[in-house]
């Protein structure tokens, strides 16, 4: 299947990070380079680094990205590494990194990558299909305990208690149209009536288990931060609530990182900001986007911008 990706925000995303024509650039998450080939045709003498950690991506934003081949580096890696990453390549610091999280449109259709609930294949989830642990993994051997934390918590599933139940009861399961015949049987019809389609939540919530999305988001957040030139910029582009939580906090992290007790009448921890939020509210897809993508509709930027520790940009 052709890799085909929908780059939600674009204009926003790159318009946010005030590219410089001279600038190092890192887009940490280049799927089929969308974003980065609007970043790339703003670069004169700068330098555009793509990450990800799926070869068919980095396959389709080499090709997209062609016309711009002696300004990109693309790597095969995560954005956890972004340090090992920029060290290898010797760069000390960027001028803006950027990150769209989530699965891609790409990964969600190609069937055989089991992210679906709505295409029949085995059960999978990899954004890395050179990583080892999978879907597979989490829905047959994890406890039920275990299924029905990362469901409540990834998922924010309100069923998330009998969704393990019958999960467990239905082992071993091997597809994704068997996971979601599992999980229609734990949800009650009349709960099914309205909303998203009752395997979501579960789904989102194995996939983030499966790739440990979360659990990487925050430090990466202040590894950029501190790679950053006075000036630079950090975008992030979230799909759901948990992620657009962590952003949020961690970027608060930045530009507030005293940690002394509030009745202190002046600080002794020695922590000074290190950025400042840009965007004080999330900027959110327009309504003409939303007509193209449906997909976009969840989606979130925030844009942080670093300063110096006496509070100039």
């Given at each position: 299947?052709?890799f085909?990706?929908i780059?939600?925000?674009l204009?926003?995303?790159?318009?946010?990070?005030?590219?410089?024509p001279e600038?190092?650039?890192?887009?940490?998450?280049?799927?089929?380079?969308?974003?980065?080939?609007?970043?790339?045709?703003r670069?004169?003498?700068?330098?555009?680094?793509g990450i990800?950690q799926?070869?068919?991506a980095?396959?389709?934003?080499?090709?997209?990205?062609?016309p711009?081949?002696?300004?990109?580096?693309?790597?095969?890696?995560?954005?956890?590494?972004?340090?090992?990453?920029?060290?290898?390549?010797?760069?000390t610091k960027?001028?803006?990194?950027l990150?769209d999280?989530?699965?891609?449109?790409?990964?969600l259709?190609?069937?055989e990558?089991?992210?679906?609930?709505?295409?029949d294949?085995?059960?999978?989830m990899?954004m890395?299909?050179?990583?080892?642990?999978?879907?597979?993994d989490?829905?047959?051997?994890?406890?039920?305990?275990?299924?029905?934390?990362?469901?409540s918590?990834?998922?924010?599933e309100?069923?998330a208690k009998?969704?393990?139940?019958?999960?467990?009861?239905?082992?071993?399961?091997?597809?994704?149209?068997?996971?979601?015949e599992?999980?229609?049987?734990?949800?009650?019809?009349g709960?099914?009536k309205?909303g998203?389609?009752?395997?979501?939540?579960t789904f989102?919530a194995i996939?983030i288990?499966?790739?440990?999305?979360?659990?990487?988001?925050e430090?990466?957040?202040?590894?950029?931060?501190k790679?950053l030139?006075?000036g630079?910029?950090?975008?992030?582009?979230?799909f759901?609530?948990?992620e657009?939580?962590?952003?949020?906090?961690?970027?608060?992290?930045?530009?507030?990182?005293?940690?002394?007790p509030?009745?202190f009448?002046?600080?002794?921890c020695?922590?000074?900001?290190?950025a400042?939020?840009?965007?004080?509210?999330?900027?959110?897809?327009?309504?003409q986007?939303?007509e193209?993508n449906h997909?976009?509709r969840?989606a979130?930027?925030?844009?942080?911008e670093?300063?110096?520790?006496?509070?100039?940009?």
């Amino acid at each position: 299947m052709e890799f085909h990706h929908i780059s939600v925000l674009l204009n926003e995303a790159v318009e946010g990070l005030a590219i410089r024509p001279e600038g190092i650039y890192v887009d940490c998450t280049v799927g089929g380079g969308g974003h980065s080939y609007e970043i790339a045709k703003r670069l004169t003498t700068g330098r555009l680094i793509g990450i990800d950690q799926d070869e068919a991506a980095l396959a389709a934003a080499k090709k997209h990205l062609a016309p711009f081949s002696e300004k990109v580096t693309l790597v095969h890696s995560n954005f956890s590494a972004v340090d090992q990453v920029l060290d290898d390549l010797q760069i000390t610091k960027a001028h803006g990194f950027l990150m769209d999280l989530g699965v891609s449109s790409y990964q969600l259709d190609t069937a055989e990558r089991g992210f679906s609930y709505m295409q029949d294949a085995p059960l999978d989830m990899r954004m890395d299909p050179e990583q080892k642990f999978s879907a597979y993994d989490v829905v047959n051997t994890y406890s039920e305990e275990d299924l029905c934390r990362i469901i409540s918590q990834y998922g924010e599933e309100r069923w998330a208690k009998r969704i393990a139940q019958f999960i467990v009861a239905q082992r071993p399961i091997e597809t994704t149209f068997g996971l979601v015949e599992a999980i229609k049987k734990a949800v009650p019809k009349g709960a099914r009536k309205d909303g998203p389609h009752p395997a979501k939540r579960t789904f989102q919530a194995i996939r983030i288990e499966v790739n440990g999305e979360l659990s990487i988001l925050e430090d990466a957040i202040g590894a950029m931060t501190k790679r950053l030139y006075v000036g630079g910029r950090l975008a992030v582009i979230t799909f759901h609530s948990l992620e657009d939580r962590i952003v949020k906090n961690a970027f608060r992290a930045q530009e507030h990182p005293c940690t002394c007790p509030p009745e202190f009448p002046v600080c002794v921890c020695g922590k000074r900001p290190l950025a400042k939020v840009i965007t004080r509210k999330p900027i959110l897809p327009s309504a003409q986007e939303l007509e193209i993508n449906h997909r976009a509709r969840s989606a979130k930027l925030r844009i942080l911008e670093r300063i110096d520790e006496a509070g100039r940009e």
